[in-house]
């Protein structure tokens, strides 16, 4: 190679070594899939067992199969977001039997604290409908978002638990959560035992 093929290659070097220099680069935050949600609009649950309630359209109900399941045990499945509210039903026979559930409940929602950062109580009462119970809005980055139990207090209990089945990552499952929240809140509203 030439003298001057040399001198060209440095100059083409480095004017292009220069010429990068003049832009500040910034990293780009991480992007996310834009969620299109459905209308809000609900159908009644009406089954074998002694409760109903109102539920989304665009949500399935599957009975749970997983052989420890009992009558009147399924999940209201939401498969455009990957989740499902698992449901389960036990009659209650006694206050002993009650008291053992509502603690169940608990500690169910509290095995979450490891993850979470915040777990809030609400509490739910319909004297109405004979509905009470506890809805635990779970904080952070646990497998559990959103736990609640109803209740009349003599005869019926419902236990219910979000899932997403996806890694926990609040940040990017905060849409969807919040959207699936106002479910929730029109099930628990809605809730009538016969």
């Not at 009659?91 to 095995?111: C, G, H, M, Y």
């Not at 739910?124 to 497998?143: H, K, M, Q, T, W």
């Not at 959103?146 to 905060?174: C, M, W």
Request: net charge positive; aromatic share 16%.
């Amino acid at each position: 190679m030439t003298s001057r093929g040399i001198i060209v290659i440095i100059c083409v070097l480095l004017l292009g070594l220069f010429s990068s220099c003049g832009r500040d680069y910034a990293p780009k935050p991480r992007g996310y899939f834009r969620i299109k949600f459905p209308d809000k609009k609900y159908q009644a649950f009406k089954g074998a067992c002694p409760f109903r309630f109102d539920y989304p359209r665009y949500a399935i109900i599957e009975p749970d199969t997983n052989v420890s399941a009992r009558p009147c045990w399924f999940d209201v499945v939401f498969p455009s977001y990957n989740a499902r509210i698992h449901l389960s039903y036990y009659p209650i026979s006694s206050q002993k039997v009650f008291n053992q559930l509502v603690e169940d409940a608990r500690t169910f929602a509290f095995k979450h604290t490891v993850r979470a950062t915040a777990i809030d109580e609400s509490t739910i009462s319909f004297p109405d409908e004979r509905v009470y119970g506890i809805l635990y809005s779970i904080e952070g980055n646990s497998a559990s978002s959103v736990q609640f139990f109803v209740t009349d207090s003599t005869r019926n209990y419902l236990r219910g638990a979000l899932y997403f089945h996806e890694k926990p990552r609040l940040d990017s499952i905060r849409p969807v959560l919040d959207f699936l929240k106002q479910d929730i809140n029109v099930m628990i509203k809605s809730m009538k035992w016969h």
